[in-house]
């Protein structure tokens, strides 16, 4: 009862701030896409990566044994006066593989094979402009371990789990949208509670289900390029796709991708560029110039996705190639990464098992 009543206590206590509707800078990162916010009082101002795919909220704490070795944080949990180590009886701490003696020491992977390793605590954090916001659960993390470099100093989780910050928040519904991942000087948004709508054109918004709780799985139906509808087999799909904004590239089943690349080397009149580190197709372009490439359309059930050339295609124009930014699948899970839901409102009705989206100039948000 007493854990109860403190759970109820801080949650009373974070929805007495501002409505807690709020908004947060996103930008782009190397591949990922950060979000600004601050932790501690005084608040300290970081970055971190803005992740759906995942539900723990954590930031690198000091002194650590294993740093993420660009982040620029220099969070010590001693020095705010609003932090706290989460006790073994907390009921957060049941939900993190940990052990337990006096604190709550936790251990998280990421299917990337990435980890955190700290003691679960609660601070307050700022977004944006906002009001600071007690209370929030999250990993102090003392022991890091990413394999792709960047200079985040955290994760935010925005899964559907109890950890994230979507669910200790109680939002119904929060959006993104995210600028072109080869514009480093413009920045997006995450807009948090009622700030959370497309205000784009009705005839623009498209919806369609979310089917799972454990991820954010969408119900793909089919991939054309340009009119032509690939000859995907109906069950390819059977174990859906989650859309994630902490993976870059789209990660599809080998039988559908083998359809794409098959498809792509009928409509492209360039040569393929061979030996390409990390894709699996690539063209050589000539002279620099970039071909104009039809549209590919995910199907998803009651609601078409176009993406433009710019979303499924990687141009180097330096180098002289364009790439497929997609990637075959190691295991039998589909992925829907964020360089395909580049300059698109995305807006995740958490609450209506829905998801909503909208093409959209993002800097402008």
Known sequence: MRRSQHRMDALGEMLTVSGIDDRATVHDGLGEYMMDLAVGTPALAFSA???????????????????????????????????????CTDSYCKALPSTCTTACQ??????????????????????????????????CGYNNSFNTPFYASGLVGLGPGSLSLV??????????????????????????????????????IRSTPLVADSYYFLD???????????????????????IDSGTTFTVLPRAALELVKHELLSVVDLPPANDIPWFDLCFQLKSGEVPQLPDMT????????VLPMPNYMVVDTEAGVMCLAMKPSS???????????????????????TLSFAPAECQKL
């Not at 990566?49 to 002194?63: F, K, N, Y």
């Not at 793909?220 to 989650?242: H, Y």
């Not at 295991?331 to 098992?353: C, E, R, T, W």
């Open 331 to 353: 295991v039998p899970m589909s992925i829907f990464g964020n360089f395909q839901q580049q300059n698109m409102h995305i807006l995740y009705d958490v609450a209506g098992k």
């Open 220 to 242: 793909l139906r089919g991939i054309s390029v340009g009119a032509t509808l690939l000859p995907i087999p109906s069950d390819t799909f059977a174990n859906k796709i989650f």
């Open 298 to 305: 995910f199907h998803f059930s009651g609601a078409d996705m």
């Open 49 to 87: 990566i803005m992740d759906t795919g995942s539900d723990l909220v954590w930031a690198q704490c000091r002194p650590c044994v294993e740093c993420l070795p660009h982040s620029p944080l220099r969070y010590v949990p001693s020095n705010s006066s609003t932090y706290s180590a989460s006790p």
């Open 106 to 139: 936790y251990h998280y992977d990421y299917m990337d094979s990435s980890w955190t390793d700290g003691v679960l605590s609660t601070e307050t954090f700022t977004f944006g402009s906002g009001d600071p916001i007690p209370n929030i659960t999250f990993g």
């Open 167 to 204: 669910s200790q928040l109680g939002f119904g519904k929060f959006s993104y949208c995210l600028t072109s991942i080869d514009d480093l000087s413009s920045t997006g948004a995450l807009l948090l509670g009622s700030l959370a709508e497309l205000k784009e054109p009705a005839s623009a």
